[in-house]
Each structure stands twice: as structure tokens, then as C-alpha cells.
């Protein structure tokens, strides 16, 4: 099989750039899942554009250099930020449809921002945007879908360093192996929140293309940082469920046991201050006063209110007999966002020829040490659109074919699948208790050793039980712990989403 592009990940960035690219390549799409089993559909609270009269680019530049804790690269910020406008007016073109306040769009408030800045479709945003992409994809006779197909490895010409020529892909289905040439190849495959046993991010998360890029050569920065999202749904089945930031900016209130507000103990714009701010208070409350979970209160709004704002939220909460009209919502922290990634400019490019970074899986520089509420989708469109526009702007290069590609041998045993499995969950157990919302010099090297102990035998799984996605999905889980685990321990002081209480 070959095409010009092959786009890893049909997640809003990878479709964005499958949209731009379409009609003059050949484009295909590969998802490991289903198409819509990223954290796109999943978003809730909305998009950040500086769209209000009394906004600015400059403005929103500030909010997220502000949240980015000196670590964002202010350049590749204001860039991304300042193609806000146009992002929202191409969603709208594509068909989605954007909650409205009379003739203008709707925007909500989220932590961190300095004004109503978020464009939003109820509490479901990506669940809108994503069915009319999904729509418009599924209709462009440019881009064949290739869902259930896993990426192992970049194609190169050479050594890791070298040029991408294609992508080893794992036909789940057929259980065989299939090598897709391109001229250029897109990662696109979203974040790594499962290296985490308690995360709102999708089972498809593993990180499988920050180690990827990693093995092909690529730089990968920022991993110590990943977001903890301060008010995961705590209820045994809450499946990652989020209630979402925008609660607190319509009002919604933390509380102990007893009613008692703490935020504002803690940093003077309470419940509005950073989500790292507000998920390490959360934390060390838990701890103060030995608790699972906190509450968060919105019930002194009206039940119309919380219907016409937070349907999904009201609906969800209310099927696992928690009624948010009435009662608090028992919240704790967890482990949502990756702010670091691969290396990539704001064209898309990382250090590879050929191979591009975009949405969750990339490092642009936008989120430095902490991501600002709502500018991931933001950038997951304005990146997958600059990646099109830059691999337009390139010749699509013939390619060298590559050898036939091995078939496996054969899937793991039934033992070897319960083994990998008890890895899985010890390393994910591992990287909460060690490297989670706050961490220690001691925890951090304690976490190095026994990812290294961990590593060892999945490679040792993975040379003698041929493959299977499980343990490809946990090859790269423990990549990326380490990549976490070894950039936590050479940052010698906390900031953004890094806290380390030897190191404050
Ligand atoms: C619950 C929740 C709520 C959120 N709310 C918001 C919000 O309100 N606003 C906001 O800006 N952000 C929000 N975010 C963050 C935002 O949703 C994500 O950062 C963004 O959607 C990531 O998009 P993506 O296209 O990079 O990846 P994803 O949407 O995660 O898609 C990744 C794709 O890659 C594929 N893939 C992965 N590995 C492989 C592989 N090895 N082979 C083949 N395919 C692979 C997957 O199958 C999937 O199709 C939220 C996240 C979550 C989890």
C-alpha cells in the first residue's frame, strides 16, 4: 500500500490535517481503535479563541504564558494563538455547531483565563466537533480509513535519525504485519494518560507515538510535566469521567466534608487559579484530613441552568445517583493532560525529515510547564492545519518500496497476556504513587529502578512471545515512564504541572 501521507492517529488533529490534505494527496488515516477512541470526543468544556470585543491575542498569549510557568516558547504561543480566529470560522465551516448567545458565539469561562474566552457545544464539544469531522472525512473519497491498525515504527532510510520512508503497522484483524510507504508520515496519536492508574484520558493513550518518535531519533521534552486534572469524577464507576473546569467558572465551589471552602486558603483566585494550583490543593487537603475524594458544590444554581450548560455532566452524575442540583460532586485529582512530547516546530516538523508531530502527541512549546484550560483542542487544529499546509507545500517524493513484511509468528499465550498485564498495572501503580501529583527526590529514583526492573522483562515477553498490541501498548508505556521518570529527576526546582516537595 502507498500514499503520500500517512497520518497516525484519527483524533481532531489528525483529521484536521486529513481534511487540509485531502484533496490534493493521497491520505491515510490509521487508528489502533475505532475512529473516535481518542480523548477528542471526550472534551467537554471547549476551544480557547479571543474572540470577545474586549479580548486579545495578545491577551490569551499571556493567560497561557502565565500557566506555562516561564516554560512555554512565547514565539510558537503567539503564533498558534494568533490563528485562533480562523480556526474557530473553519470548525464552523466544517459543519460544527458551536453553542450560541443571540447573533455571537457563546463563551464560557475556564481557570487560568483572564476573561470568557471559550467556544464551546454544550459540556460536549468534542463529541460535536468530532461527529462533523467524522462526517466530512468519511465522505472525502481522498482518505482511506484504516481503523484497528496499530503503528509499531517509523520506516527509515536508515539508522534512527535518518529520513521517514513509512510506518510498520500491525493489521490487529489479520494479525499480520503490514509496511506502508509515504513521503510523509503524520503522528497524530494523542497523549500518554494510561502510564497512570487513575486518568480521564482514553484506553488508547499509551504514548505509542512520543516512543515511537523516540526510537526514530526525535527529540521528546517537557515529559515531567503531565497535567493533573483536579476534579475527576471520584466514584468506583466513573470510567475517567471529568467534571469539567467550566463548573467552577459558572460558580462551583470546593469543599471538606462539612461544607468548608479551602481554595481560597491556598492562592487568592481560588477556584479560578491553575489547574496545577487547584489539583496539588486538593491533594494536600485529601492528605490533611485522610480523604478519598473532596466535594465540589454547584448546587446553588438553578436545575435549568446546570440542564442548558452541563447536560452530559448533569446526566452522568445523576446515573450513579449523585443529583448536582442537589448534592456536591465527591471530586479528586487525575491524571488528564501531556504537556510534554515530541519535538516539533510550528509547522509540524520534528527533527526526523519527513515526519511530523501534531495535537497531544507533539511539544510545540504552547503548554511550556502546565497547559492552559482549552488550548489543546485550539492547537490540535491549528497545528494539524499547518502540518497540511507545510507537506503541500512539498513535493510528494516517490518512495522506495520495503521488503515484505514478516508475518508474527504467533500472539502471546494466555499466560504471557495475564503476566503482561500484571506488569501493566504494577508500572501504572508505580508511576501514581511515585510520579504523581507531587513527588520526592527519593520516589523519583525509586520509580527509575523499578522501570528499569519492569522494562527488562516486557522486553523479555515481547523477544519470545512474538507481538500482540498489549505488549507493543506496554513496550511503549514503560518508554514513556522512563522518558517522565528521567526528565522529573533532572528538574531541579518544581513548576507548573512538576511539583517535588525536596525541591519546592
Ligand atoms: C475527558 C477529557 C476532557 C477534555 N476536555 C478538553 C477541553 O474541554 N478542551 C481542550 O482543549 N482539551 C480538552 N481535553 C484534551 C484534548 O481532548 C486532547 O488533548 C485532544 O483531543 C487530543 O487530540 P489528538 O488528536 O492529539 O489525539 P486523540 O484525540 O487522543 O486521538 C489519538 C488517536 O491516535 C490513535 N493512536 C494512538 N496510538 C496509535 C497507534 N500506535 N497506532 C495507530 N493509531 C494510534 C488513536 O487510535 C486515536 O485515534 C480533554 C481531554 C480529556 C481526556
Redesign the pocket.
Known amino acids: 500500500m502507498e500514499f503520500d501521507v500517512i497520518i ?7 483529521m484536521t490535517a486529513a481534511l487540509e490534505l485531502a484533496p490534493r494527496r493521497r491520505v491515510a488515516l ?4 475505532p ?1 473516535m ?4 470526543p ?7 479563541a479571543p474572540l470577545a470585543l474586549e479580548d486579545s491575542v495578545a491577551d490569551h498569549v499571556r493567560d497561557t504564558l502565565t500557566a506555562g510557568a516561564g516554560l512555554s516558547d512565547a514565539t510558537a504561543a503567539r503564533q498558534i494563538i494568533a490563528q485562533a480566529r480562523d480556526a474557530i470560522a473553519w470548525l464552523q465551516h466544517q459543519g460544527v455547531g458551536f453553542t450560541r448567545a443571540g447573533d455571537a458565539l457563546h463563551l464560557t469561562q475556564e481557570g487560568g483565563h483572564g476573561r470568557r474566552r471559550i467556544v464551546h457545544s454544550a459540556d460536549a ?2 463529541r460535536c466537533i468530532m461527529d462533523a469531522l467524522h462526517d466530512r472525512v468519511r465522505r472525502q473519497p481522498g482518505i482511506t480509513l484504516l481503523p484497528r ?3 509499531i515504527d517509523v520506516i527509515q532510510r536508515g539508522a534512527a535519525g535518518t529520513p521517514c520512508q513509512g510506518v510498520r503497522l500491525l493489521d490487529i484483524e489479520h494479525a499480520r504485519y503490514v509496511d506502508m510507504m509515504a513521503s510523509h508520515v503524520v503522528l ?4 500518554a ?1 494510561q502510564v497512570y492508574d487513575t486518568t ?3 484506553p ?3 504514548g ?2 512520543i516512543a515511537m518518535a523516540w526510537r526514530a531519533g526525535c527529540r521528546i521534552a517537557n515529559m515531567a510535566f503531565t497535567q493533573f486534572h483536579p476534579t475527576g469524577l471520584h466514584h468506583p464507576q466513573s470510567g ?1 469521567f ?1 467534571i ?1 473546569e467550566a463548573v467552577r467558572g459558572e460558580g462551583g465551589l470546593l469543599r471538606l466534608p462539612g461544607a468548608r471552602r479551602f481554595m481560597p486558603d491556598h492562592d487568592p483566585r481560588a477556584e479560578l487559579a491553575p489547574r496545577d494550583i487547584v489539583a496539588r490543593a486538593i491533594h494536600q487537603e485529601m492528605r490533611r484530613h485522610g480523604l478519598d475524594c473532596v466535594h465540589l458544590d454547584i448546587s446553588h444554581r438553578l436545575r435549568d441552568f446546570l440542564l442548558t450548560h452541563f447536560p452530559t455532566i448533569h446526566a452522568h452524575c445523576l446515573a450513579l445517583g449523585i443529583d448536582m442540583a442537589v448534592d456536591p460532586i465527591p471530586v479528586a485529582p487525575t491524571a ?2 501531556t504537556c510534554g512530547g515530541i519535538v516539533a516546530d510550528t509547522t509540524g516538523r520534528t527533527e526526523v525529515a519527513n515526519l511530523y508531530a ?4 507533539a511539544c510545540t512549546g504552547l503548554h511550556g510547564a502546565n497547559r492552559l ?6 492547537e ?1 487544529v491549528v497545528m494539524g492545519r499547518s502540518a497540511a499546509r507545510d507537506i503541500l507545500l512539498r513535493p510528494a517524493a516517490s518512495v522506495r518500496h520495503a521488503p515484505a513484511a514478516p508475518t508474527p509468528a504467533h500472539g502471546p499465550d494466555a499466560q504471557t497476556r495475564q503476566h503482561a498485564e500484571a506488569l501493566r498495572d504494577a508500572l501504572r501503580r508505580l508511576m501514581s504513587r511515585e510520579v504523581g501529583v507531587v513527588r520526592t527526590d527519593a520516589g523519583l529514583l525509586r520509580a527509575k529502578s523499578q522501570i528499569g526492573a519492569l522494562t527488562a522483562q516486557i522486553k523479555a515477553y515481547c523477544d519470545r512471545d512474538g507481538t500482540s498490541m498489549a505488549l507493543l501498548e506496554l513496550r511503549n508505556l514503560a518508554q514513556v515512564a522512563a522518558l517522565i521518570v528521567n526528565d522529573a529527576i533532572a528538574q531541579c526546582g518544581s513548576r507548573g504541572a512538576h511539583f517535588n516537595t525536596d525541591r519546592p
Open positions: 497516525i492517529g484519527s483524533g481532531l488533529a489528525g490509521v487508528a489502533k481503535g475512529l477512541d481518542g480523548a477528542s471526550r472534551a467537554q468544556g471547549g476551544i480557547a464539544t468534542g491498525h496499530f503503528a497524530a496519536s494523542g497523549g494518560g480521564s484520558a482514553p488508547s493513550a499509551t505509542d507515538g475517567g471529568l469539567s488528564h493532560y501534531v495535537g497531544e502527541a484550560a482549552s488550548n489543546s483542542l485550539l490540535c
